[in-house]
């Protein structure tokens, strides 16, 4: 067996990690620094730039919209996702593979493509508003998270709970909200939390359907940093980084981070 | 008992009515969402591009560029690096996390996994810092007096690698943690035991039972990388386009919006390709585990 403390594994492995880490806490140690421009090592210490973040109005507002629109996909792709992914896994259904790759196919097609193809289809032709045509796409870019995640512990299920509750008389719906919908709670809270984070951070979609009243947090960073190059742009990373762990520390209470990396495609 | 059994069958009948009922409206929501908003917009923009002399002219046209050529191989030949450089870089740290005791395993699949949920602005901003002309690393070579002036590191090839690197690299450890995990010890013991050192076994005893994690690891990334977006964007600029900074590009800065078809319809075919062959290759090596 390859021992954990074989020389070469532990010397690359740590190589490796420093690789991943060091970039991120780079750029805590930028933020607070007082020259114009980035530096690393830093001249002054101020905190400055975290004020500048939020004068910048298309921040604030790209934070808001970032959220809602993650926090209605998220909750959208559950409403349509439980009940196909219920039916696939309780009743026989022809083709159901079929099915499967359906509801999966949004993974199949590049993001810039789903937003670009979107934008053509909703927002050119169907003249929709733009927030309607951001929220199904990052709909679509959730469905495929919620399919997988909630297959994974329906199929686990033991269906006959749910059959002793309609032998004892209890309505489809009632048992399904007391008995199968509990049960898989931890995969809906893991669900929707991957959900939520991926479409916060999602840029590929939002890019086409960026309108003069609509800016996500992402993409407006990436348009500030077209034309500037100064801390403010690390002291929202910090932000950002905050609120990741933030997120991470609450799946980790409530069902455990375990929970996330079950998500295998 | 004819009677009774009629009764049982018309139950039975009406209760695979109902069944099949509750199925159909339980899915109609999703895959009416899937066809009105997924396929019905890429129908959309996949109809226009195939008019023309046997439906491929706009296609024929698009590949006869040089500067399209370029784009198409530069797109390939980052995502299949960037693949090759995870996967080295991740297969000795993921077996040393799988080995690791579980508080210790916890804590490093935390580190792992901070990267996935971090925006991918941040990761490749990082990069900015550290490759840029006044950047961390130019000026650490001329400090130590490596260089006389500052190298052009930024907006080139090598640096959309190794952001792609930088974003992938905790995708690859997933995938293959997991694949480590399921290895069955005793199997490398008996190696050590017969005589194999650390590196055989490594390579002749541990990779040939970690295939199926590696091809899906692999396959992830070389999807992922190829139609990546906000890295060649940040750390690319506007000389090294990829395909899908060339959508961007030829929609929004040219305004060219049939162009930016033709190249969208060829990304979904790749993508469609790369990752049907994993599909392929998962059943092929779940068909193989059976049969032995």
């Known amino acids: 067996m390859i021992k954990t403390n074989n020389k070469v594994l532990i010397t690359i492995s740590c190589v490796v990690l420093f690789f991943l880490i060091a970039p991120l806490f780079m750029i805590v140690v930028t933020a607070f620094g007082s020259g114009a421009t980035i530096d690393f090592p830093i001249q002054g210490f101020t905190f400055k730039w975290f004020a500048n973040v939020f004068a910048q109005p298309d921040f604030v507002s790209g934070f808001e919209m970032s959220f809602l629109v993650a926090i209605l996909a998220s909750a959208l792709a559950l409403l349509v996702g439980v009940p196909l992914v219920y039916a696939l896994t309780h009743y026989h259904i022809h083709h159901q593979q079929w099915f499967q790759v359906l509801f999966l196919s949004p993974t199949f097609i590049p993001e810039i493509v789903i937003g670009f193809a979107l934008y053509q289809a909703m927002v050119i032709l169907f003249q929709l508003p733009l927030l309607v045509t951001l929220l199904v796409g990052h709909f679509l870019l959730c469905l495929p998270y919620v399919v997988r995640l909630i297959t994974a512990s329906m199929t686990m299920l033991d269906v006959h709970v749910e059959e002793a509750a309609w032998i004892y008389g209890s309505s489809r719906i009632h048992a399904f909200l007391t008995i199968t919908l509990p049960s898989i709670r931890s995969s809906i809270v893991a669900a929707f939390m991957l959900s939520f984070i991926n479409s916060f951070n999602n840029i590929p979609i939002s890019l086409f359907l960026n309108g003069p009243n609509l800016n996500m947090l992402p993409t407006s960073i990436l348009n500030y940093l077209q034309n500037n190059y100064d801390p403010t742009v690390s002291a929202v990373s910090v932000l950002l980084m905050l609120f990741t762990a933030m997120l991470m520390i609450l799946v980790e209470h409530f069902i455990g981070l375990n929970a996330l990396s079950k998500d295998r495609s | ?292």
């Open chain 2, 1 to 292: 008992m004819k009677i009774c059994y009629s009764i049982f069958t018309t139950y039975e009948q009406e209760m695979i009515k109902i069944r099949n009922r509750s199925a159909f409206l339980l899915l109609l929501p999703g895959v009416l969402a899937i066809l009105l908003f997924l396929f019905f917009p890429v129908i959309q923009i996949a109809l226009p591009t195939f008019a023309g002399h046997f439906g491929l002219s706009n296609y024929i046209t698009f590949l006869q560029s040089h500067y399209n050529q370029g784009v198409l191989i530069r797109t390939l030949i980052i995502a299949f690096i960037t693949m090759i450089i995870t996967l080295t870089l991740g297969l000795p740290l993921s077996v040393w996390i799988a080995r690791q005791r579980s508080t210790v395993r916890n804590l490093l699949s935390v580190v792992i996994l901070f990267p996935i949920l971090t925006n991918a602005v941040v990761r490749n901003f990082t990069w900015i810092i550290i490759l840029g002309k006044n950047g961390v690393l130019n000026t650490l070579l001329l400090k130590l007096n490596f260089i006389d002036q500052p190298l052009t590191l930024l907006y080139s090839d090598m640096a959309i690698v190794i952001g792609s690197v930088y974003l992938f690299l905790p995708i690859m450890v997933t995938s293959l943690v997991s694949s480590v995990q399921e290895l069955n010890v005793e199997v490398e013991e008996a190696a050590a035991i017969l005589g194999s050192r650390p590196l055989v076994t490594f390579f002749k005893v541990m990779i040939p039972q970690l295939t199926t994690g590696i091809l899906t690891g692999c396959i992830l990334v070389f999807a992922g990388a190829m139609t990546a977006y906000t890295t060649p964007q940040l750390l690319g600029g506007n000389r090294h386009l990829v395909m899908s900074t060339l959508i961007y590009q030829q929609a929004m800065t040219l305004g060219d919006w049939s162009s930016a078809s033709v190249v969208a319809i060829i990304l979904i075919i790749l993508t469609v390709l790369v990752l049907g062959m994993m599909r392929l290759v998962a059943k092929q090596l779940d068909r193989r585990s059976v049969n032995d």
